[in-house]
């Protein structure tokens, strides 16, 4: 049975009622497994909250990786969400350009994270075998990623293209992985993996001031990068 057959691959979010609470809902059929959609604004505060439950918000903005997403938008067509069949965000995965060393094209993988009730269903593979199958349609050469080995190997994942590789920060070497989609493209990749992703919009100074005037906080996405 292949990830389209278990999980309904939409194009478009269905509608998420943003405030609406979460009900206690626990998945126990592929029938009602959450649906994987292209991100969109409206999934953002959700998957903000969802990340911050899955790794705690500090842990998370510290981790070296998100020094190459910070203040960058994610790769176009490669940010995904599933859906719960109350259209709440159960799942989140973005891939990030990057270069592998100088010249060197790529996709940053993360983060990756499935909410507690809809673990091991088989939902984080599915959204792994859809960016991975996504990246490869539209011509990607190469993903790297900071993860647990035993996990993402079984998406052909290794420490062995990024052994010449830096990241601009602490790093375990065991956990930096990387999965060639096109045979070669991190041949000899030598060197500090970078963001070459598009700069995030920024609100203006002025902005800022009628937000806090009108008792108005930016909206999570602007706060800090995603
Ligand atoms: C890791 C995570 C995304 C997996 O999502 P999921 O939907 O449960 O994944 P799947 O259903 O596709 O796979 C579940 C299997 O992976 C295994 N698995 C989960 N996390 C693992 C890990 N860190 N290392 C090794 N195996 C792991 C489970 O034990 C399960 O094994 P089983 O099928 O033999 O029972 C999810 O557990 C999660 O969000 N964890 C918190 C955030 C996180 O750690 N993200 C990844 C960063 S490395």
Redesign the pocket.
């Known amino acids: 049975m292949t990830f389209s057959e278990r999980f309904e691959l939409t194009a478009a979010t269905p509608a998420a009622p943003v405030h609406a609470p979460v009900p206690a809902f626990a998945a126990t059929s592929f029938a009602t497994a959450p649906a994987i959609a292209l991100e969109t604004p409206a999934d953002i505060p959700q998957r903000e909250a969802?990340l911050d439950l899955?790794?705690g918000r500090a842990a998370r903005l510290a981790k070296t990786s998100e020094r190459l997403r910070e203040g960058r938008r994610p790769a176009e067509g490669l940010a995904f969400c599933a859906h719960g069949p109350d259209g709440r965000v159960a799942?989140t995965?973005r891939l990030w350009h990057v270069t592998a060393g100088p010249a060197r094209p790529a996709l940053l993988l993360?983060?990756?994270?499935?909410?507690?009730w809809?673990?091991?269903?088989?939902?984080?593979?599915?959204?792994?075998s859809t960016a991975i199958n996504e990246a490869t349609r539209l011509g990607h050469g190469a993903i790297l990623?900071?993860?647990?080995?035993?996990?993402?190997e079984?998406f052909g994942f290794s420490t062995a293209p990024t052994a010449g590789l830096w990241m601009p920060g602490a790093f375990e070497r065991s956990?930096f992985l990387g999965l060639e989609l096109v045979p070669g493209a991190l041949a000899g990749a030598r060197g500090l993996v970078s963001p070459t992703g598009e700069i995030a919009a920024q609100p203006s100074m002025s902005e800022l001031i009628a937000r806090e005037s009108a008792g108005l906080a930016a909206p999570a996405a602007e706060r800090r990068s995603a």
Do not use: E, K, N, T
Request: hydrophobic content about 50%; charged content about 10%; overall charge positive.
């Open positions: 969802l899955a790794f799942a995965l993360g983060p990756l994270a499935v909410h507690p809809f673990r091991s269903l088989g939902l984080g593979g599915a959204l792994m990623l900071i993860g647990d080995a035993p996990y993402y079984r956990r």
